[in-house]
Each structure stands twice: as C-alpha cells, then as structure tokens.
C-alpha cells in the first residue's frame, strides 16, 4: 500500500514481495524433493522432475496469492500448483511433492531464508550508520555543546560524547542482531505434528540434508509452537528501530531553526516546504522517525502470537506473519534515512557554543556548589548560589562575573575558591575535553568492534 511503503524500504519490499516468498517456498520444496533422493525416500529422477520446476516465474504468483485466503495460508495453492505442473511433465513424480512436509514448516522455513536476506541488509547499512558516526567524532573533538535534561538546559557535554550516546546503542544492535539470527535462523521441519512421523526411520537423515541443502542449521526439536526464539530476533529488531528512533529524534530537536545546531546535507529541493520557501524540513530524520513510530504496535503483536494452541494455532502464525516483514521493512527505512541524514550533516559548532554562552554560566553551578560545600558549609553555601543564580536570571551579568564581584566586595571568601578554579570552571574547551576523556578509549573499542563485524560477513 502507498504509505506502507513510506514506512519501509524498496530493498526490503523486494525481499517480501510475494514473488520473493514465493520464491523462497518454491526452494524449499526444490530443497525436501533432493534430500529426499539423497534419502533414498524418492527416485532420484522424481527429486530432479520437482526441483527443476521450483522456480516462481513459471507460475502466477498473484493468484496464488489470491488463493491463499480459502486455503487459510500461501502454502497449499503453492504446494497444488507446483504439483500440477509437475504431473504435465512427468506424472509419476507428481506424488512426491512436499512429501512428509507440513504447511507450516514450507512458511517458516522460506520466512527465515527471508528473514536472512533482510538482515544482511539492515547490517551493511547499520554498519555504515555506524562508520559514519564515529568518522564524525573522530573529526570533531573538543566542541562544547549544551546538555540537556528533560528538554532543559543542564551542563556541558561534547559533540562526540553526543555522537557516542547515538553509536553505541546502535553498534550494540549490530552485535545482537547477529547473535540472535543465528539463534533464530534455523529450519523448520517437522511435518504433521512436529514428529516427522511420516519420514519413519528417515527423518533425521531428511533433516541433515535439506539442512544442508538451503544452508540452516538444525533446530533441537520442531518449532512450530515454540515462537520464543523467533520473538527475540524480532524484538532485537524492535530495540533497534528504539535506538534508531532516539537518534532521529536528537537530531530533529538539533535541526530547529532556534537551535541549528545539526542538519541534513543541503542540496536544492531538498527538505523544501512547498508553502513557506524559507523552510528546511529535516525530511530524512521524519522517515526514520515515522518508520520506527510503528515497531512496538508490531512488537506487541507478534506477542499476541505466542499462545498458538497445542502443536498448531489457529490464526496465531498468520498474523505473526503480516507483522513480521512490516518491522523488517521499519528498521531498514529508518537505517537508510538516518544514513542520509548523516552523509553530510550540516554541523554548527559555533551555534553549540553559543547556545552554552547563552546560559550565562548557569551551567557551572553544579561544579560551583560542588567546590564551596566543604569550604564553608550546606546551609550558607545552598544561600548563596540561589542568590547568584537569581541575579544572573534578573541580567546582572553572569554567573562568573558575579563570583569575582562577590570575592572582590568580600561576600565570598577569597580563600573558598581559586583563581585555578574559577577559571576552570567556566573553560568550555576544557570541559568539552573532559567529556571526549570519558569516551576516548571507548571510541577506539567501538572501532575495533565495527572492523570485527565488517570482516564477518552477516549470515
């Protein structure tokens, strides 16, 4: 649909797009009927006749999909047609087709070999996010930048301890998303009811060698009812499109025209507003946002999926289904948007600046109450910040110009706070300093992190 689309990737809809499924359900029969041969459980000359006419273009795939309403899945029009086309070229073999095999099992299994396709793509482009995150705080240390505390100025931080707060997260959703896929990517073959009975004294041998053929490993017993491991590949998914989501949003509030202190590459047309020509809509992070607004809807629904009745469900698998390729397809969108975004931000680090001068040195008075507490006690310390704080609010001047007033008149003691440490204390690039410190070696770990995923291929 037109604004589903908005919400998800072209990449990721040709994964899911019902040629593709069908695809992949077409080589997993292709897949049973050779290990079948191999088996023994079939002539060889059946395997061949099924396998080669396992191929989606051969048949019409929107009406098979079309069919799958009064069939109650996408499997048995798919299994039927496949059979009947191989009856047209050699009827003996026809019998053969998705022997031993239930329709859940053809689904699940085509669904993890599209499942793994789809993460290989949100890795290579959430590992480029991630590059490219930590190429921009390599190349910005020092820069002050004001922190903030429920969407109020707070202290001092820097631009790449802000850079590392959005990397992090997302570097360890790279990490579990790989984790997890291999715990979750596992076929599905179980038959009837999970026990393969139809296979008899054959079954682990078939389930070596389809396993074999598509390149999955083993799962301990049948899953059809046991969604958990599946659930936690796609609530990794969910966690990512959170992380993704923060960054999106951070990013959005730094590209306010009162704060312009972050934006997208510029480029003409790009972002425009079609009523007010002087606008910048920050249209890449409005994706990304917009994408990841409907992971945890998605989420919660495939947990509703979870209470599949005895060895089958009935209705449970095909709304897990319909949920599934939409939260693949979220996480990708956002990834590629925030992508764009960060190709080539426009980074102001003068108006970061500004925007801690700005506060006249309120920043500091924490540090400041810090400082005077041992010095001259709880009680007369709390008194005199406040009033300092009031002043600097009443436009008396700013929070260090008042601290040397307040030394030179004698209202301070001279003795409770240094020159060293007045200075100190209102010295952005300093403190900016301080807060790369706490993200030095971090930032080297996250790079050796990134290169160990990058030689890894995902899958």
Known sequence: MLFEAFLSSTAM???FSPTA???SMMDVEAALARAAARAGMIPPAAGQAIASLCRAELYDVPALVAASPRSGNLALPVVQRLRETVALFDPSAAVFVHRGASAQDLIDTAMVLRTR???RLIDDDLQQLCGRLLDLADQHAAVPLLGRTMMQPAQVISLRYKLMNWLMPLLRSAERLREQARASLLLQLGGAVGTLDAMGD???DMLAAVAA?????????CWHTQRDRWLRLGMEVGLLCGNLGKLAQDFALMAQAEVDELNEPPGEGYG???AMPHKKNPVAVLQAMAAVQRAPQRIAGLMGCMTPEHERGLGQHQ???AEWSGLMGSAHAAVQALNRALAEPVIRADRMRAHVLERQGLVASERLEHLLMPRLGRQRT??????LIQRVRQGQGTLQQLLHAAIEVGDLPASALSAQELAAMFDLDAIAAQADGRVAQLLNEARQRLDALAAQPCG
């Open 13 to 15: 809809e040709s994964v």
């Open 21 to 23: 499924v069908v695809q």
């Open 117 to 119: 396709e789809a993460l």
């Open 202 to 204: 054959r079954a682990e």
């Open 213 to 221: 053929e598509l390149s999955l490993p083993l799962p301990d017993m």
């Open 272 to 274: 425009a507003c079609l």
């Open 319 to 321: 709304a897990e289904l």
């Open 382 to 387: 709390a008194a005199l910040v406040r009033d």
